[in-house]
Nanobody
């Protein structure tokens, strides 16, 4: 079993950039795909991006393609989500998750506690 911790959120202005981090505080992320999801107030959790365990497959939600980039380190203990040109619609709690490669919540077994991203216009 792996414990996942996500961090890096904050309050930024529209057009700014942020990098979210996901680390395995217990165990390792080796062998797991890493996904990022987000949930805005009053909305359901939605898929943002995913990367498979070998980093040769990536997937993005249409709303973030070209602006967000997911990556992971070769040691297998961390993954990042680089977000640029942020928009007010990106405001949400962002969650990192570890599991199998996919774009639905049910693909992932281990979840971080979430990190708040707020974009002011």
């Amino acid at each position: 079993q792996v414990q996942v911790e996500d961090s890096g959120g904050g309050l930024v202005q529209a057009g700014a950039s942020l990098r979210l981090s996901c680390v395995a505080s217990g165990g390792t992320l080796i062998g797991y795909a890493v996904g990022w999801f987000r949930q805005a107030p009053g909305k359901e959790r939605e898929f943002v991006a995913a990367i498979n365990w070998s980093a040769n497959r990536k997937d993005y939600a249409d709303s973030v393609k070209g602006r967000f980039a997911i990556s992971r380190d070769s040691a297998g203990n961390s993954a990042n989500l680089r977000m640029r040109n942020l928009e007010s619609e990106d405001t949400a709690v962002y969650y990192c998750a570890a599991g199998r490669f996919g774009s639905t919540s049910s693909d992932y077994d281990y979840w971080g506690q979430g990190t708040q991203v707020t974009v002011s216009s």
